[in-house]
């Protein structure tokens, strides 16, 4: 049976939705090299450095998923808060002597390599194999209609997230108040 209806081509590179594909694929590779920068540096100020790097990335993946509060949130609480802290906390800290680990489980070195490869593969082959249907979008993201959801509809969510971070608050000043007595 032949179809009647015509195949639609990809976008061009040169065209808006070739170039916006670019820049997502963009944003995707700052991600993952924030990610092994972060992971890889054996010096705590490049590690802490790649990991901004990362945060900026998620908040471009935020971005272009339709959520320009949610990136603009994770630029101002992670890059600028989280970050900042854990710089501050690093130039803070005594200085430790280096000490070298080894070996220490089954999924490092070739054997952990070839693991993520292959859940990387898999992934990947799932992604470009699944049809991805357009999808309207829902709203405009804007501030005014988050917040009147966060007062409405996500109320007891929003009231539930305050109190675990007070709580996490609270733990924070026990352990440090029973690392002061020792």
Same mark, same amino acid.
């Given at each position: 049976?032949?179809?009647?209806t015509? @195949?639609?081509?990809?976008p061009?590179? +040169?065209?808006?939705d070739?170039l916006?594909?670019?820049?997502f694929?963009v944003? @995707?590779?700052?991600? *993952?090299?924030?990610g +092994?920068i972060a992971? =890889?540096?054996e ?6 450095a790649?990991?901004?790097?990362? +945060?900026?990335?998620?908040a !471009?993946?935020?971005? $272009?998923l =339709?959520?320009? $509060?949610?990136?603009?949130?994770q630029?101002?609480?992670y890059? !600028? ?5 854990i ?13 070298? @680990?080894g070996?220490? #489980?089954?999924?490092? !070195?070739?054997?952990? +390599?070839?693991?993520?490869? %292959?859940?990387?593969? !898999?992934f990947s082959?799932l992604a @470009?194999?699944?049809?991805w249907?357009?999808?309207a ?5 804007? *501030?005014?209609k988050? #917040?009147?959801?966060?007062l ?13 971070l %007070? ?12 690392e002061?007595k020792n």
């Amino acid at each position: 049976m032949i179809s009647s209806t015509p @195949i639609a081509a990809p976008p061009a590179l +040169f065209s808006a939705d070739g170039l916006v594909g670019v820049i997502f694929l963009v944003m @995707i590779g700052v991600t *993952i090299i924030g990610g +092994f920068i972060a992971c =890889n540096s054996e010096r705590l100020v490049r590690a802490v450095a790649g990991l901004i790097v990362c +945060f900026v990335g998620v908040a !471009g993946l935020y971005y $272009f998923l =339709n959520s320009p $509060f949610v990136a603009m949130m994770q630029v101002l609480i992670y890059v !600028g808060a989280v970050a900042v802290t854990i710089s501050f906390a690093i130039m803070l800290a005594a200085p430790e002597e280096q000490k070298k @680990i080894g070996v220490s #489980g089954p999924l490092v !070195g070739p054997f952990g +390599f070839g693991t993520a490869a %292959l859940i990387a593969g !898999g992934f990947s082959v799932l992604a @470009i194999r699944t049809e991805w249907p357009v999808i309207a979008k829902i709203n405009d993201g804007s *501030i005014k209609k988050i #917040g009147i959801q966060l007062l409405t509809d996500y109320s007891m969510v929003f009231e539930l997230i305050s109190i675990v971070l %007070l709580i996490a608050i609270i733990g924070a000043l026990v352990i440090a108040r029973v690392e002061r007595k020792n």
